[in-house]
T-cell receptor, first 116, second 111 residues
Framework: GAVVSQHPSRVICKSGTSVKIECRSL??????MFWYRQFPKQSLMLMAT???????TYEQGVEKDKFLINHASLTLSTLTVTSAHPEDSSFYIC??????WGYGYTFGSGTRLTVV | RKEVEQDPGPFNVPEGATVAFNCTYS??????FFWYRQDCRKEPKLLMS???SGNEDGRFTAQLNRASQYISLLIRDSKLSDSATYLC????????????FGTGTLLAVQP
């Protein structure tokens, strides 16, 4: 079945630094990648949608200059949290949708970011 | 109003019980509906899609009422391993086909 590999699974960084999260589709072409954020005891909130080769579309309230999304190939999308602050500490999850309907939406395993 | 609303629970039930979760959605143009399961600190996993005709997968039954914009999930003969958060998820439609997640309902099955 469709698999999305997300790395790192856990990262602790200092305030002010940047963190890059990668999501790779291993056996299918991910034409669309969705990036979500989940705070404790809350649901997944969509941050942005990216299509391969295009600029990402950000949801209202999400700073595009802070959360940089790159989807340069059909198998790789990255989210970079720039100048991270403690309030950015959260669970970040990607979800890929491929060219084949049967694959539906495939989630990465998530990245737990802690900014200290 | 939230796009997808669920009772957050928790639902504490004994093993073997039948439990039902409900969900309402606000966008009548929504096209696809799902129940996902999320274990603590893990990614959501698809439990089942929901069809207008209703569908069943073992102990799990999902129903969709488009007129009322209402989705349900029934779990029969609850197992300890069913303890998790159950997320009602709606495809928002449109060009992006983005998924909209409810806040989830926490189920705790007690021995």
């Amino acid at each position: 079945g469709a698999v999305v590999s997300q790395h790192p699974s856990r990262v602790i960084c200092k305030s002010g630094t940047s963190v890059k999260i990668e999501c790779r589709s291993l056996d299918f072409q991910a034409t669309t990648m969705f990036w979500y954020r989940q705070f404790p005891k809350q649901s997944l909130m969509l941050m942005a949608t990216s299509n391969e080769g295009s600029k990402a579309t950000y949801e209202q309230g999400v700073e595009k200059d802070k959360f940089l999304i790159n989807h340069a190939s059909l198998t790789l999308s990255t989210l970079t949290v720039t100048s991270a602050h403690p309030e950015d500490s959260s669970f970040y999850i990607c979800s890929a949708r491929g060219t084949v309907w049967g694959y539906g939406y495939t989630f990465g395993s998530g990245t737990r970011l802690t900014v200290v | 109003r939230k796009e997808v609303e669920q009772d957050p629970g928790p639902f504490n039930v004994p093993e073997g019980a039948t439990v039902a979760f409900n969900c309402t959605y606000s966008n009548s143009a929504s096209q696809s509906f799902f129940w996902y399961r999320q274990d603590c600190r893990k990614e959501p996993k698809l439990l089942m899609s929901v069809y207008s005709s209703g569908n069943e997968d073992g102990r799990f039954t999902a129903q969709l009422n488009r007129a009322s914009q209402y989705i349900s999930l029934l779990i029969r003969d609850s197992k300890l391993s069913d303890s998790a958060t159950y997320l009602c998820v709606v495809n928002g439609g449109g060009a992006t086909n983005k998924l909209i997640f409810g806040t989830g309902t926490l189920l705790a099955v007690q021995p």
